[in-house]
Each structure stands twice: as structure tokens, then as C-alpha cells.
């Protein structure tokens, strides 16, 4: 047992086979994302006993493995479960260190809300985390770039196939070593307009950080490739076809008189971490910042008129990416080349710098896992 700050043991049981160092050193010299994953995972149990009342329990570090799981299981039939994800980044002294827990997770609990899942409380995330890094911190990388990728999840694991929230529900956290999420060195990407699908509807889950919404994106995503795109764009179609969110990234639009602008989060759209950090970072320069509806129309006329600057998108996995281009049935919307002294890239720098150590973190937005 292992005695933390938020004072929940938990129990260890570490692999009998753990990655050999030459094997994890070949995998760190290209890892990817989401390719290859640590010894270990953290587990925490949640049940209703029988005076109805839930809690968290047997909380424990155990070998990364296959989950055994009732083929009745209520996440195999009706989808309720939920993730997160982040990132551990190892400074110049060796330690590591993770950005924004906390906001993690108070969007995991907002999430878990709206798919009637049980709360976890923030303090006992944050050590999941701390725990799971402890004994993998060799598996997080030291490259420009790279970090250590944190997947926490929640699945409903009671077998029962009635048509109500889980009594029975396991918490996980995973990790994987991630470099580029796009691959190569970072270049602007192309983007597909998606016209025909939608990522959410209003009332739905599209807020929630859940795997029905990626899963309704893929269709698109298909079509995207197939148009030799990287991400899908989605509209809202009955609001002036405002522009919402990419598949699985926050979208920002740069205009020559220095507004930065992104759409307001409207029940639809994820209340990305990096999204609110960029926002953060962009009103501390002095850049007007809004968050208002911008719609696809407007986005054409700003590109014709010369008032479009900029346009990237922003999440844990590709933090800031520049989008060059907007693919559409009718043609193409063209961004002016991100330069180093680009919105994007500058703040993109600033930022991945506080999540390096590199920087100064002025915000309390750092903390420490080993």
C-alpha cells in the first residue's frame, strides 16, 4: 500500500514482466501517438451497496493488461463512459510535472453528469495520475515535443441490460508516450467541411468528454481522408451554420486587427483545457479575445477581404496546429502562412514552454507527479 496526500491507499501490484530498458529506449525514440503504453494502470472501483449508497473503493496500481469484463456490461450496450486526457512532461531536472489537472477534472465530473455516471472527487484524479507516473516515470520522454499521454476513463461495468444508469462502475487511467500527434514536424494541416454530418445536436452529449461523440465524427473523418484532409470541421446547421469544433480539437480565427476569436461554447462544443488556456495566454498579451458565434459565411468573406490573418486549432493531443486550408465541395479557403511570430505559433511556444518548465507558469497551472 502506498499513503498519499489525499489519504486513499493505493494497493500495488506491479508486472512480473515489465518493458525492458533497450526496448522502451527504441520505442521513446519514435513513440508516436497512441501506438505503445506503459507496465501499469490505476484502478478505482464504484458501487451502490445495499443501503443504496455509492463509493469509491479498492483503489490500486496493477499490470496493464486486457480488462475482464461481462459480455452484459452496460458500457458494451449503451455507451456509458467517459475519458479525459493529458499530458506528463519531464523538465530539464528530471522531474515530471502535469498541466491543469484539476480543470481535468472538474471536466471529467462535468462529464460524468451528463452521462449519469458517479463524480470522482478532483483530489483523487489528480492522484490516479501521480500514482500511475510513479512507478511508470521512466516511460515519459525527454524530446521536443513529447510527453508522457494520460488517458483517464470511466466505464459502466454492471452486467444488466435495463436501461438505467450503472450500479457497478470502474475507473482507469492508462498512459501512453506520444510525440507529434500529426506526425513529422509540425506544418499546417488541411481541414474537411463536413456538410452532410454532425458531430452533436443541441441537448445531447457534445459538451461531455464521451466516446459516442468521436465515434459519430468518424463517418466524417472518412470522408476528410478520402478529400486529403487531416481533421473534419462541424457546423451547426440550424444556427446560420456556425462554426463549432473540428473532431477532436477547439478551432481560433486571428484577424488583422488582432482579435482572436473562437466559437462560444454553446452545450455543443468540448470545454477544451487548451482552448481556455489559449484564451489565458492571448488576453495576457493584450489581444482582443472573443468568444462569439463565427459562421462559415463569415469565414469566406474574411478570407476574401484580406481580414483573415490566422487559423489553428488547439487541443492536449496536437496542443496548436496551424489549419492552411479548408477543403469544401465548392473549393477551398486558403490561411495566410503561420510565420514563428504567428499568434499561433507564439502562443503555441509560450505555452508548450509552461508545460516544459521552460517558461515561467504564472497561472499555477503545473503539477508535480514525480
Request: glycine share 10%; aromatic share 8%.
Amino acid at each position: 500500500m502506498t499513503q498519499n496526500a489525499v489519504g486513499v491507499e493505493f494497493a500495488q501490484r506491479l508486472t512480473e514482466n515489465p518493458t525492458t530498458a533497450e526496448r522502451r529506449a527504441a520505442i521513446l525514440e519514435d513513440p508516436g501517438f497512441g501506438n505503445y503504453f506503459t507496465d501499469h494502470t490505476a484502478v478505482i472501483d464504484w458501487s451502490i451497496d445495499a443501503e443504496g449508497r455509492g463509493g469509491w473503493h479498492q483503489a490500486r496500481i496493477e499490470p496493464y493488461g486486457p480488462i475482464a469484463m461481462d459480455p452484459a456490461a452496460a458500457v458494451l450496450h449503451y455507451g456509458q463512459e467517459i475519458f479525459e486526457g493529458l499530458k506528463a512532461y519531464r523538465h530539464a531536472d528530471g522531474s515530471v510535472w502535469t498541466f491543469r489537472a484539476e480543470a481535468n477534472a472538474h471536466r471529467f465530473n462535468r462529464s460524468a453528469q451528463r452521462l449519469a455516471l458517479p463524480e470522482l472527487p478532483p483530489e483523487l484524479f489528480v492522484e490516479s495520475l501521480r500514482q500511475l507516473v510513479s512507478v511508470d516515470r521512466d516511460w515519459v520522454p525527454s524530446g521536443d515535443g513529447e510527453a508522457l499521454y494520460l488517458r483517464p476513463f470511466m466505464i459502466a461495468t454492471e452486467a444488466f441490460l435495463g436501461v438505467r444508469p450503472a450500479r457497478e462502475v470502474s475507473y482507469r487511467v492508462i498512459a501512453s508516450p506520444a510525440g507529434n500527434y500529426f506526425g513529422g514536424a509540425l506544418k499546417p494541416v488541411s481541414i474537411w467541411l463536413s456538410e452532410h454530418y454532425a458531430r452533436a445536436g443541441h441537448g445531447g452529449t457534445g459538451e461531455a468528454k464521451c466516446g459516442g461523440n468521436y465515434a459519430a465524427s468518424l463517418a466524417a473523418q472518412l470522408e476528410a481522408e478520402a478529400n486529403g484532409c487531416k481533421q473534419v470541421l462541424f457546423l451547426d446547421p440550424y444556427n446560420d451554420n456556425a462554426v463549432e469544433e473540428l473532431g477532436g480539437m477547439n478551432i481560433f480565427f486571428v484577424f488583422t486587427d488582432g482579435r482572436v476569436v473562437t466559437p462560444a461554447l454553446n452545450g455543443n462544443i468540448l470545454r477544451g483545457v487548451t482552448r481556455d488556456s489559449v484564451l489565458q495566454l492571448a488576453s495576457d498579451r493584450g489581444l482582443s479575445v472573443e468568444e462569439r458565434k463565427i459562421t462559415i459565411d463569415e469565414w469566406r468573406a474574411s478570407v476574401a477581404d484580406g481580414t483573415l490573418a490566422e487559423v489553428f486549432a488547439c487541443g492536449t493531443a496536437a496542443v496548436i496546429t496551424p489549419i492552411g486550408e479548408l477543403k469544401t465541395a465548392e473549393g477551398s479557403l486558403v490561411s495566410p502562412a503561420a510565420g514563428p511570430d504567428s499568434v499561433a505559433m507564439s502562443i503555441r511556444e509560450q505555452l508548450l514552454g509552461i508545460q516544459t518548465g521552460a517558461v515561467e507558469d504564472l497561472h499555477g497551472w503545473l503539477t508535480r507527479l514525480a
